[in-house]
């Protein structure tokens, strides 16, 4: 009877462990190193965003103080008014009565009307700050739109990747960078434009 032939197989089961975790461990290795650069994009993204937000908070609140104080100057203007007819119409009841009225009623007729105007300028210009502020407070709004669906994308990216360490599959793990690259593009877009 011939011997047997004995083949060492714990060392091969050794050397093919070797090899998978060399192989597996190079990938999570990469997986580790996107997951962590999309973790970093993540947080200067939803940074951007918070600070985008309360940017557009403060100019929101600004534009609402200056409407409220162009208001008041046109409520002011209007009063004007009033007071400039009602000096306007006792010159008119002195005329009437075949008098003339007296030279005090025409000069307060003419400064109300004159301080009319200046109350209308700065009313004007109150409204033309509001508008300013309100423009560049929807603008930011719009970056903070976009920061946002970056934060969500990256928070997407970086499940897959987790996803993909776990699978070990490099088909996840490209379309977590795949991902990743997409909400960079987002994460620039607003950046370009200013």
């Not at 093919?16 to 190079?26: F, L, M, P, T, W």
Request: net charge neutral; proline share 2%; charged share 25%.
């Amino acid at each position: 009877m011939p011997e047997e032939i004995e083949i060492d197989t714990d060392s091969l089961r050794e050397k093919i462990d070797e090899q998978r975790e060399k192989s597996g461990g190079s990938l999570l290795r990469w997986i580790s190193l996107t997951t962590a650069i999309l973790a970093a994009l993540a947080a200067i993204a939803s940074l951007k965003a918070g600070s985008t937000v309360n940017e557009a908070l403060v100019l929101k609140t600004d534009a609402t103080r200056l409407q409220a104080q162009a208001s008041d100057q046109w409520a002011y203007y209007q009063a004007k008014g009033i007071k400039g007819a009602v000096a306007q119409s006792e010159i008119n009841t002195w005329q009437s009565a075949g008098k003339a009225a007296p030279p005090g009623l025409s000069e307060e007729s003419r400064r109300y009307v004159a301080q009319q105007d200046s109350i209308s300028k700065r009313a004007t210009a109150l409204e033309r700050q509001r508008d300013e502020k309100s423009g560049e407070a929807e603008r930011l709004l719009s970056q903070h739109e976009i920061f946002a669906a970056a934060v969500a994308l990256l928070q997407i990216s970086i499940a897959l990747g987790a996803i993909a360490a776990l699978a070990s599959s490099r088909f996840v793990w490209f379309g977590s960078v795949g991902l990743g690259a997409v909400a960079a593009v987002l994460l620039l877009v607003p950046l370009l434009r200013r």
